[in-house]
């Protein structure tokens, strides 16, 4: 019998606070709200009306968003940049930088556009603002059409392709976000994303009673098991 090897797991606490950032409308000359590149921010509030006021620069790319819905409690939207949210009403919206390119923004037409979603791959999508047309197929077979919702973020696992169209024409457009959960990475305000699937789970979680815990990282993973971790927490 081989014996089971063991597993080190080094902890340095040491803590990595993100900040939220709360974004005034309406936008003018001095008062923007920017996503550079290679970054992106989670939104978690918009209060406000949205109603035919808010464009979206996506990637050099100008489209009417015709409504942002009221996030529901626990959902977020999320928007990679480069990008830039422009409202000509008194809004509010509340949201996290995350300088992480692991979230992607895919602008939405009338035409459809396809998304491939790679083999043995998980893709998570954050809230929509508003219904997008949808629909999932597989490789020689397998067809779905679908509405994606507000508030009700969407997995698909490849192999297989979703095909998205706005239903509206220009000026106006839409957009989604994603992400790749075998990517792994943390969201803040203890929101949970899984890693890479394989062997055994590495769990983050945190308290302010030590008695009900939230996760603020999962990460399955197949690394040799004679791997070292550490976490390192700073302020």
């Known amino acids: 019998m081989n014996p089971r090897?063991?597993?080190?797991?080094?902890?340095?606490?040491?803590?990595?606070?993100?900040?939220?950032?709360?974004?005034?409308?309406?936008?003018?000359?001095?008062?923007?709200?920017?996503?550079?590149?290679?970054?992106?921010?989670?939104?978690?509030?918009?209060?406000?009306?949205?109603?035919?006021?808010?464009?979206?620069?996506?990637?050099?790319?100008?489209?009417?968003?015709?409504?942002?819905?009221?996030?529901?409690?626990?959902?977020?939207?999320?928007l990679a940049g480069p990008a830039e949210l422009i409202f000509s009403n008194a809004v509010v919206i509340t949201f996290y930088r995350v300088m992480n390119s692991a979230i992607h923004s895919q602008g939405i037409a009338n035409d459809p556009i396809g998304i491939q979603?790679?083999?043995n791959k998980t893709m998570r999508l954050f809230g929509v603002p508003e219904p997008v047309n949808a629909s999932f197929s597989r490789p020689g077979g397998g067809f779905a059409s679908f509405i994606l919702q507000p508030n009700q973020p969407a997995e698909f696992?490849?192999?297989?392709?979703?095909?998205?169209?706005?239903?509206?024409?220009?000026?106006?457009?839409?957009?989604?976000?994603?992400?790749?959960?075998?990517?792994?990475?943390?969201?803040?305000?203890?929101?949970?994303?899984?890693?890479?699937?394989?062997?055994?789970?590495?769990?983050?979680?945190?308290?302010?009673d030590m008695n009900t815990w939230s996760p603020v990282l999962m990460e399955n993973t197949?690394?040799?098991?004679?791997?070292?971790?550490?976490?390192?927490t700073q302020r």
């Open 5 to 78: 090897p063991a597993i080190a797991i080094f902890v340095a606490l040491i803590s990595t606070l993100a900040h939220a950032e709360t974004f005034i409308g309406p936008t003018t000359a001095t008062n923007r709200l920017l996503v550079p590149s290679n970054s992106a921010i989670v939104i978690t509030t918009t209060l406000g009306d949205f109603t035919n006021s808010t464009q979206v620069v996506l990637q050099g790319y100008q489209f009417t968003q015709s409504y942002f819905a009221p996030l529901e409690s626990g959902n977020s939207y999320a």
């Open 117 to 119: 979603v790679p083999t």
């Open 157 to 208: 696992t490849g192999p297989g392709t979703l095909s998205l169209n706005s239903g509206v024409f220009p000026p106006y457009s839409k957009f989604i976000s994603y992400f790749i959960a075998e990517d792994g990475f943390v969201l803040p305000n203890q929101q949970a994303i899984a890693g890479p699937s394989g062997s055994y789970t590495i769990m983050v979680e945190k308290s302010f």
């Open 222 to 232: 197949d690394d040799a098991p004679q791997a070292y971790y550490r976490l390192r």
